[in-house]
């Protein structure tokens, strides 16, 4: 069984109204391909996932944390491969394989159990802005090759987990196109993720609730675990717009960029039911703050990934070296200690960063 097309032909699928969830099997909606995909949402097929014999919930559910990997396209850009818009970090699957090679075996070096894919920008719609729409499928496959290879290299379980990010700018949600688009792309980027072998699927950086859910349900279709993390602010600016030494600004009630809440985020999700719900790319001064709240409104597996440096309009990132290893890692212990299951780093994140926190996650 290699695909999600002939897995959800081999098991067996009931009719309207939906299952829930019940004694570790889940139920789920099913798609066999983009044809069928509209039917089956529609209809409500659903397959059995049974979380108790899946690797990723069996090791999630031993309470010991999780480590996530760094950044990848910042990691690109500071060793010198081109990152430039639109294709931002899909440019190295062409340009840079080996590269992006070397980051995924640096963070396992670094101690990760989780790698994610190189996918975050090899939507269709991204790559028709470069003129190589064509390409979309090989594109996401070869780099979930890339993370395989790595992950098979070390004699240790990895956890290969499938990109999948907003269809447009994370920090933009007035962008976030139609629910039409976003059923059509999300499937079929779930779908290449899946069927190239992912371990679980990360639906990341999501700025609005629309797209997080369209996106983790396409997700959820495919079989696979689904982590579902969101891009947050003080009352829902945009992390780059921040002013960090503004205190009263800092504080005030964290929001996803769409302006709605973290509270509501984590109900809208509740009829996926993902492994886990994180918060991702967000600077350390407010990120702690994140956490309680997510704590608060979800009683399941939550997990953090923070960002060092800031966005850039041209770039696409600006590195710095505010924040180090080490600090990073004294704060993200604090997280650990309260209970997060996954941790790891976003945006400005290196290796060094993954190797810290190793050092606290033992
Ligand atoms: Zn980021």
Request: hydrophobic fraction near 45%; charged fraction near 20%.
């Amino acid at each position: 069984m290699d695909t999600a097309g002939e897995m959800a032909e081999s098991l067996p699928r009931t009719s309207f109204p939906r299952r829930r969830e019940s004694s570790g099997r889940h139920w789920i909606p099913v798609f066999t391909g983009m044809t069928e995909f509209a039917r089956t949402i529609s209809y409500g097929d659903y397959i059995v996932i049974d979380r108790q014999a899946n690797p990723f919930f069996q090791r999630l559910s031993t309470g010991r944390p999780l480590l996530l990997d760094g950044a990848t396209g910042t990691e690109l850009q500071r060793r010198g491969v081109d990152t430039g818009l639109p294709l931002w970090s899909a440019r190295a699957l062409i340009e840079a394989p080996a590269v992006l090679q070397a980051i995924h075996a640096d963070y396992l070096d670094a101690g990760a159990d989780i790698i994610t894919t190189n996918t975050f920008r090899t939507h269709r719609r991204t790559l028709e802005r470069a003129g190589i729409g064509a390409r979309t499928r090989e594109l996401t496959q070869l780099a979930v090759q890339l993370a395989q290879v790595a992950a098979q290299s070390v004699d240790r379980k990895i956890f290969v987990a499938g990109s999948m990010s907003p269809l447009e700018d994370c920090y933009a949600p007035e962008l976030v196109p139609p629910a039409g688009d976003l059923w059509i792309e999300h499937a079929e980027m779930a779908r290449d993720l899946a069927q190239a072998g992912c371990d679980l699927l990360l639906v990341e950086t999501m700025n609005t609730i629309r797209e997080a859910v369209i996106a983790a349900r396409c997700a959820a279709a495919t079989g696979l675990p689904v982590c579902v993390s969101f891009v947050v602010g003080p009352a829902g600016l945009p992390p780059d717009q921040v002013n960090l030494t503004n205190a009263e600004e800092t504080r005030s009630e964290l929001k996803l960029l769409s302006g709605e809440s973290i509270v509501a985020a984590v109900a809208a999700l509740r009829s996926v039911n993902p492994a886990a719900i994180l918060i991702n790319c967000v600077p350390l001064a407010f990120i702690d703050r994140a956490f309680e709240e997510l704590r608060a409104a979800h009683s399941g597996p939550i997990g953090l990934y923070a960002n060092v440096g800031h966005a850039d309009d041209q770039v696409g990132w600006t590195l710095t070296d505010d924040v180090l290893p080490a600090a990073y890692a004294r704060q993200a212990q604090q997280w650990v200690q309260h209970g997060a299951a996954i941790v790891g780093g976003c945006c400005g994140t290196t290796p060094a960063h993954i190797a810290a926190l190793r050092q606290i996650i033992l």
